[in-house]
């Protein structure tokens, strides 16, 4: 089967496409700050391609209920689960249509075969999907769901069980997680008879509340609306991402009506957007990590003393000032206080650059050492300005005689290129994708999400035998006790410098109705009305 490489993303067009010029009033117009890399929610980490991917296009068995982490029903309309949590049996949803095309006319609704596909396409290196696009299943695999799943089994058209190998206590959260979409299995059988099976991530069919018609990279996606949507067709005809890298021109966008809803807007920006007659500025606590990681794999920064010293030399008041403009707060732990498990005991590390050199040279390097400080090149929650945050570490380093050169790629090359472990310090950062502690400590630092997520390349035995007994209990307090010990073995060996909490901001037009910022980070346009003013 032939790999497609990620530049045939570069445009697609369906047989119903057409053209679009200015708003219309069933016209919803995301102005997005970045190209999605893909539109299979499973080969990708990032929101941007979620946004693009698994919000409008598939579904879930179960989801988030909007605007909370509630776990709630989706294709799924029940399910049961046994006492020694090793079996999950989910009751399926009927009359669920999956998208028509131009290229695909589906015969049968959604039943238990496209769950049993979609998941063995995950589970099973020998399934005949599994190498077709990337191969690659980064959250899955960080997630170590393919170790967990034993196996998925139709108990009939419509209903599936799971059988685990170990009881998983954020099970249900994994499975409403953008990577565990459900993808049509007559959609794949027909491609496979057709010898062309790269279609099925490049041109994708779902159950989602609209259906994909035409993508052109760097500039725009356009959907329309799926009118079977089991929830109830959108509102909205159709849904257009205009693909802004700029923040600037986005809000130029959203101020002239050519956009209703914006991505990321400058902090600087928001004092003028809240007192902007015709927008709103919706906002909530950011359940995200901004961070810098360090490679442990690499020396000097396999020293724990020379990752604390770096971590002691920035100077992340000051950060918070320049880059978040006060909106947000100082992160010293990997989880954000959002979360129970957060631990308020850890102190935060205190700016001290002569401590910092100090343990410089107990460690034999007085005179510093060079290093590459990685920069990403697009707006995040989580980080409004990476470059800038790199030019200020640069200059706290350069204090402590540490010479970084700033280092930056696009952005689907940026996360190629460190997932591969290229970098040495890097900055990057995660928004929550569940309400549950594992999100973030197991995704992001145990030693199962070395090659994966685990940007850090950091293994420790202590850290991840809290976390593995934290993921088998189902009593939240018991668990955050265990992941409260977690962070104090992250805060003793710090593999990355934690920076900052962000607030979570979305400007939106007032004529737009139904929004609801997702605590996730999200952009779920479903439920959306335009009424004229």
């Given amino acids: 089967m032939r790999r497609v490489p990620a530049r045939a993303l570069g445009w697609l067009l369906f047989a119903s496409a ?21 539109f299979n929610p499973a080969f990708y980490t990032s929101l941007t391609t979620w946004d693009a991917s698994s919000k409008p296009l598939f579904n879930r068995l179960v989801q988030f ?54 998941v ?34 139709k108990v009939d058209e419509y209903a599936v069980r799971f ?32 010898g062309s099976t790269e279609r099925f991530d490049l041109a994708p069919v779902g159950t989602g509340p609209f259906v994909l018609e035409t993508y052109r990279q760097d500039a725009s996606i356009r959907y329309r609306s799926h009118p079977g949507y089991w929830a109830g067709a959108p509102a909205i005809d159709t849904l257009v ?71 002691m030399a920035i100077d992340r008041e000051a950060i918070m000032r320049s ?6 707060i100082i992160a010293h732990n990997p989880l954000p206080p959002t979360l129970d498990a957060w631990n308020d005991s850890i102190p935060r590390i205190a700016h001290d650059p002569d401590q910092a050199r100090a343990l410089l040279a107990s460690v034999g390097l007085a005179d510093g050492f060079p290093i590459k400080l ?18 200020l570490i640069q200059e706290d380093w350069r204090a402590i005689g540490v010479a970084a050169d700033i280092v930056s790629y696009e952005w689907g090359e940026y996360i190629s290129r460190s ?25 992001l630092l145990s030693c199962a999400s070395v090659l994966d997520a685990n940007r850090a390349r950091w293994c420790d035995e202590t850290f991840d035998g809290l976390i593995h007994r934290a993921r088998r209990i189902a009593d939240p307090a018991r668990r955050d006790t265990l992941y409260r010990q977690a962070q104090a073995v992250f805060h003793r060996q710090l593999p990355w410098a934690p920076i900052a909490h962000s607030k979570v901001f979305v400007p939106v037009r007032k004529e737009v109705r139904g929004y609801r910022i997702d605590p996730l980070g999200g952009q779920n346009f479903a439920d959306i009305e335009l009424v004229k003013e």
């Fill in 18 to 38: 057409t053209p679009w010029g200015g708003l219309q009033a069933s016209t919803l117009v995301y102005c997005s700050e970045a190209s999605p890399e893909g």
């Fill in 65 to 118: 209920a909007p605007g909370t982490l509630k776990i709630v029903p989706a294709l799924a309309e029940s399910w049961e689960v046994s006492e020694d949590g090793l079996v999950y049996t989910f009751k399926l949803r009927r009359g669920v249509p999956f998208h028509r095309t131009g290229n695909f006319s589906p015969t049968r609704e959604f039943n238990a075969d496209d769950v049993i596909f979609s």
């Fill in 120 to 153: 063995n396409r995950l589970v099973d290196r020998q399934h005949p999907y599994h190498d077709v696009g990337r191969g690659v299943y980064p959250v899955f695999e960080s997630l170590s769901m393919g170790e967990i799943i034993r196996g998925v089994e």
């Fill in 163 to 194: 059988r685990l190998s170990e009881p998983l206590a954020p099970f249900l959260s994994n499975l409403a997680m953008d990577f565990m979409s459900i993808h049509s299995a007559q959609y794949a059988e027909q491609l496979m008879e057709e």
């Fill in 241 to 311: 991402f205009d693909i802004t890298p700029d923040a600037s021109v986005r809000l130029q966008k959203l101020l002239a009506g050519e956009c209703h809803v914006m991505a990321y807007p400058n902090p600087a920006d928001l004092q003028m957007l809240r007192a902007h007659a015709d927008v709103v500025v919706e906002e909530t606590p950011g359940h995200n990590i901004g961070y810098l990681a360090f490679h442990t794999g690499k020396p000097p920064l396999d020293r724990v003393e020379v990752r604390r010293a770096l971590t």
């Fill in 323 to 328: 880059v978040y403009l006060e909106q947000g």
């Fill in 374 to 391: 990685w920069a990403m090149p697009v707006q995040r929650a989580y980080n409004p300005n990476a470059r800038r945050m790199a030019e």
């Fill in 419 to 443: 997932r591969h472990g290229e970098h040495e310090a890097l900055l990057l950062g995660w928004s929550g994708q569940t309400g549950d502690p594992d999100n973030f400590l197991y995704t």
